[in-house]
């Protein structure tokens, strides 16, 4: 079975600077997706970002990217140049590929609280 | 709709009711997720739909815990005889994929219901 651990419960960054937030993540398959998910308080999850792990390029959208090591299986979130909007419970999750009639259903690590100070 | 709404956004319920909480997906969504977050933890997978079929539902914590989604489009997850243990966030998902690898296996979430059981 797939877990996905985030070992950092709560973190704080001040406004403007850099912060990184770890995954690691357990599995025996060879082929897979990762995501790292943003639930501010209102709580609705949003995606930030998606990695295929057959895709040795790092993904990045914007001020956030990934450090994705699959031999390692980690899977760092980086986010500069930090905003006030940032904070938020922060997600890491694992998918199988859906294939056939199986849709995909994500494995969710226990979340990271980031708290952007001004 | 533009997203994935949930109904009713709060329920709270005395240990033994049963309750129904219902989730429409954006429309033209093939996929659904419901998933159960309790407080301070990542979501879990409950189960999931394709169309109307549910093909997976090995989240489902006991037989008091059912799902459905008839017409292929709205879900309904009742709890019967609720327990304390069962009070949480629910979470409902939509995707456009049905079983397919490809570019649009992102899952959009609801804001959730919040389940309190007294």
């Known amino acids: 079975a797939q877990t996905v651990t985030q070992s950092q419960p709560e973190m704080s960054v001040q406004e403007a600077e850099t912060v990184t937030l770890s995954c690691t993540y357990d599995?025996?398959?060879?082929?897979?997706?990762l995501f790292w998910y943003k639930q501010p308080p209102s709580r609705q999850m949003i995606l930030v970002i998606r990695?295929?792990?057959?895709?040795?390029q790092n993904a990045t959208e914007n001020r956030f990217s990934v450090n994705f090591q699959k031999a390692a299986k980690s899977f760092s979130l980086k986010i500069s140049d930090s905003q006030l909007g940032d904070t938020a419970m922060y997600f890491c999750?694992?998918?199988?590929?859906?294939?056939?009639?199986?849709?995909?259903?994500?494995?969710f690590g226990q979340g990271t609280e980031l708290s952007v100070k001004p | 709709g533009a997203g994935v709404s949930q109904s009713p956004r709060y329920k709270v319920a005395k240990r033994g009711q049963d309750v129904a909480l219902r989730c429409d997906p954006i429309?033209?969504?093939?996929?659904l997720f419901w998933y159960q977050q309790a407080l301070g933890q990542g979501p879990e997978f409950l189960t999931y739909?394709?169309?109307?079929?549910?093909?997976?539902k090995s989240g489902l914590p006991s037989d008091r815990f059912f799902a459905e989604r008839p017409e292929g489009s709205v879900s309904t997850l009742k709890i019967q005889r609720t327990q304390q243990e069962d009070s949480a966030v629910y979470l409902c998902?939509?995707?456009?994929?049905?079983?397919?690898?490809?570019?649009?296996?992102?899952?959009?979430f609801g804001p959730g219901t919040r389940l309190t059981v007294l």
């Open positions: 998902a939509s995707s456009l994929s049905g079983g397919m690898q490809g570019p649009y296996n992102e899952q959009f």
């Open positions: 599995t025996s398959e060879n082929n897979y997706y």
């Open positions: 990695q295929e792990a057959y895709k040795q």
């Open positions: 999750a694992f998918m199988k590929p859906p294939i056939l009639n199986q849709g995909g259903k994500l494995i």
């Open positions: 429309s033209g969504h093939v996929s």
């Open positions: 739909f394709q169309n109307e079929a549910q093909l997976d």
